[in-house]
Each structure stands twice: as C-alpha cells, then as structure tokens.
C-alpha cells in the first residue's frame, strides 16, 4: 500500500524555485515527523530536513539553510518543501519519509515507517 506521494519536481533554471508536496494517506499523519531526503547521481542519500510532530520544529542540512523551508498542514495530511535559489547541486531524486513523533538527527534508518517514491528535481546552469 502506498502511504506517502510526492509530488512537484521538475526541471528548474538555476536560481529558480519549486515546491514539493508529500501527500500522506493510510496512517495518522498528525503522530509523524516528517523528513525530506534527497539522492544525487551516483551519491548517496542525503538528508534534507525535518518538521517534528511536536511543536512543529524545523530543522535543516546546511547545504539548504536559509534556501528551503518545510512545512505541513495536518489538515490536508499534506507536507511541502519550498525550494528556492535552487543551483545545479541541489539535482536529484527527492523523498519524503515519516518516523513516529520527532525527527532523528542523524536519522535513525529503521524508524521510518513510511516512504515515497520520489520525484525528481533537476536544475539547470
């Protein structure tokens, strides 16, 4: 079964900007910490940033500080990752994942439940 569905990627010029959208569906999205990774061509995966279940905080990679910002609405069991000044280095197949109540830093592999697919995000120079 499919719990989480991102949504959004495409190609983008340097400099531009684009938001990601992790759909989720199956499970009590409010109880989850949701965490965006990424993984480059031929690198390994690499973790972006996380929005808590707790007091809804955000923490980031340093390498999209100040560039991105992840949110969520309970609502729409829906979180986001807004991307802007995007550049060449930030190309690569994006995912979001759910852990139950805060976000792991580093992540604690096995206590993501849920994933994505992916969608890819591909800048331009």
């Known amino acids: 079964e499919v719990f989480l569905v991102e949504s959004g990627g495409g190609l983008v010029q340097a400099g531009g900007s684009l938001s990601l959208s992790c759909a989720a569906s199956?499970?009590?999205?409010?109880?989850?910490?949701i965490t965006w990774f990424r993984q480059a061509p031929g690198k390994e995966r690499e973790w972006v940033s996380c929005?808590?279940?707790?007091?809804?905080?955000?923490t980031y990679a340093d390498s999209v500080k100040d560039r991105f910002t992840i949110s969520k609405d309970n609502a729409k069991k829906t979180a986001y990752l807004q991307m802007n000044s995007l550049s060449p280095e930030d190309t690569a197949v994006y995912y979001c994942?759910?852990?139950?109540?805060?976000?792991?830093?580093?992540?604690?592999?096995?206590?993501?439940?849920?994933w994505g697919q992916g969608t890819q995000v591909t800048v331009s120079s």
């Open positions: 929005i808590s279940r707790n007091d809804g905080s955000t």
């Open positions: 199956g499970f009590t999205f409010d109880d989850y910490a």
């Open positions: 994942a759910a852990e139950l109540y805060y976000c792991s830093r580093p992540p604690i592999w096995d206590d993501y439940d849920y």
